[in-house]
């Protein structure tokens, strides 16, 4: 190896600074114009980094915006603190209201990651034995995050490639429009769980949830709390 930068490796980190640069979006011309490389080869870069998660297109905007895979990098370079401390009231404050024990999560490349958990009601007597990182398919939190994370479906899919069928996307388009997702036992036996997103501008950057035993958390309360806690992340102390 001569050492020399690959060149395709080096247009891709320049088009990422470029967009951070500009507030964290640009247009593909303004990408273009300010890195001097040809506005075909920025649109094929962007397609390449657009499939991996590192940017993303919204619906009616024409901008290429950092997506949730370069920000989950962000995160865990030394963001995790700061997210844990913002958000450690509203935990606090949902699991007192709910009874239930309530859960932080972060998308973390094709999984979760547990970042925090409030149980004033002692309903996990080992919380040391609780796995802090799981795969996305099956759980509460799983489903806010493919539901609402754009590209993450696809991340999935490359690493587990029969993960996601037919039945799983339609739950998927089933949170994406409710805005939250129920767990009936389905990825621990005896346990229930409700979960729904953290959003900072826009982008989805955490997920809250409750869990408990099904008697005292069946579905029509778990859909009670769901909107609970959607009221409680716009409290002020976590904005």
């Known amino acids: 190896m001569n050492g020399r930068p690959h060149k395709s490796i080096e247009r891709s980190a320049a088009i990422l600074e470029i967009m951070a640069q500009q507030g964290g979006s ?7 114009s300010i890195s001097g490389i040809g506005k075909t080869t920025v649109h094929n870069i962007l397609q390449t980094l657009d499939h991996l998660g590192y940017v993303q297109r919204r619906p009616g905007d024409m901008r ?5 895979r370069i920000l989950n990098l962000a995160r865990i370079a030394g963001d995790d603190t700061t997210l844990r401390a913002r958000l ?4 606090e404050r949902v699991a007192l209201n709910s009874g239930a024990t309530a859960w932080l999560a972060v998308p973390s490349g094709d999984q979760a ?3 925090d958990v409030v149980d004033p009601h002692g309903l996990y007597p080992n919380l040391s034995s609780v796995p802090r990182r799981e795969n996305l398919e099956g759980s509460a939190v799983g489903w806010v995050f493919l539901a609402c994370v754009p590209g993450l479906g696809k991340r999935v899919l490359a690493t587990r490639a029969n993960a996601l069928d037919e039945s799983v996307l339609t739950r998927i388009e089933d949170v994406r ?4 997702a129920l767990d009936l036992e389905a990825y621990r036996p005896g346990l229930n769980g409700v979960a729904i997103p953290w959003r900072e501008n826009g982008e989805v950057r955490a997920s809250l949830c409750l869990t408990g035993p099904p008697a ?6 778990l859909i009670r709390l769901a909107w609970m806690m959607m009221r409680s992340v716009e409290q002020p102390d976590i904005q």
């Open 113 to 115: 990651t547990y970042l």
């Open 88 to 91: 450690r009231p509203v935990l």
């Open 177 to 180: 429009v409710k805005g939250y």
């Open 26 to 32: 640009a247009r593909l011309q303004q990408i273009a």
């Open 216 to 221: 005292k958390f069946p579905q029509h309360r």
């Open 64 to 68: 290429y915006h950092l997506g949730g």
